[in-house]
């Protein structure tokens, strides 16, 4: 028999046998420490791995020799870099930043030899103190965290690579969708180069504003759906009668990673995109919305079209979406 058939089959049924749908809150802080991840993105590529049964494994033996030597790394995940070619070619202090957006925002637990704000500010080299929050970690236990950009994390971590100690600060990642309304132009519309002469305002204030609300949102993919809506917002009185049957111009609907649905730029004259139409009526909804759908996506203007029913004026209203990135 093929020595090297039997030894895949035998490896095959192994994956079989240790797929676990028990994600443990370690594992996911890890792949999010390891892979720049939030926490949605690192359960799911757990949970895809996982049930990956062609997924090459390590032997036990090769893994007791090389362990030692990755900081951060368990089996699995080290099993997942190599598997996916994310294996670290720098220090973890420098490691992914140079080629992360700089615009990216960071939550910094204070603790260890970051007693307070200023400690950050001294650390990380900043003109001024963060602004500290106050939260409850899974536990209950009252924590205290800073917010800090991508620029900030790495000096930060060099500097705790010089000192030398083996303290490791605990950040998460804040991915959110850009929102950056522009109030003397119509930039970003959906559909729209704001820069022709065609779509200049003329003697109108852009709508909607930045900071205005409740404000219309026109959802097309899992948003559009009450229950997971209902989740995102935390709220259980969301209806059916809430999400109501609308379509946009200027977008075609896509898909990244091969499942999500994305909705992206198009000429105006082409076929509208259907979906609901949703009143988030404060900034914290909003906030909700822009996590859930990450900095993959950007909040652009829009004009929602009512399908059915009457509301606002020409048959609807104006209002905003999810604009996908890339």
């Known amino acids: 028999m093929d020595l090297d058939l039997l030894a895949a089959c035998e490896g095959l049924v192994a994956n079989v046998y240790d797929k676990d749908d028990n994600i443990l809150a370690a594992d996911v802080d890890r792949w999010k420490y ?87 500010q001294a650390i990380g080299n900043l003109e001024s103190p963060p602004t500290k929050y106050h939260g409850a970690d899974d536990g209950g236990e009252d924590v205290e965290f800073c917010i800090v950009n991508a620029t900030v994390k790495k000096n930060i971590m060099d500097i705790l690579l010089d000192l030398g100690g083996g303290f490791r600060p605990t950040f998460i990642r804040i ?36 900071n205005e609300y409740p404000v219309w949102y026109f959802f097309y993919g899992t948003l559009a759906d009450q229950e997971v809506l209902g989740r995102v917002l935390q709220r259980d009185d969301i209806s059916a009668a809430d999400l ?17 649905r994305a909705m992206v730029h198009a000429d105006p004259e082409t076929p509208p995109v259907a979906g609901s139409a949703f009143l988030v009526k404060t900034r914290e909804e909003e906030d909700a919305l822009r996590f859930y759908e990450t ?32």
Request: contains cysteine.
């Open 34 to 120: 390891l892979f720049e991840l939030t926490a949605a993105e690192a359960e799911t590529e757990i949970r895809e791995w996982r049930s990956s049964i062609g997924r090459e494994s390590l032997g036990s033996e090769a893994w007791e020799l090389i362990k030692d030597s990755l900081e951060g790394f368990d089996k699995e995940s080290y099993e997942y870099a190599l598997a996916t070619q994310r294996l670290p070619t720098a220090p973890r202090s420098s490691r992914g930043e140079a080629g992360m957006n700089p615009k990216s925002r960071f939550l910094l637990k204070l603790e260890g030899p970051f007693v307070d704000v200023k400690a950050v």
């Open 175 to 210: 991915s959110e969708a850009e929102k950056n309304l522009s109030p003397i132009c119509c930039h970003p519309t959906l559909g729209i180069d704001s820069t022709m002469p065609q779509y200049r305002l003329q003697n109108k204030t852009a709508a909607p504003a930045q």
């Open 244 to 260: 109501q049957p609308a379509q946009v111009r200027g977008g075609r609907l896509t898909t990244w990673a091969g499942k999500y």
């Open 295 to 326: 900095e993959r996506y950007a909040v652009v203007r829009c004009r929602i079209e009512l399908i059915a029913g009457e509301l606002g004026s020409s048959g609807g209203m104006d209002g905003l979406t999810f604009l996908f990135l890339g």
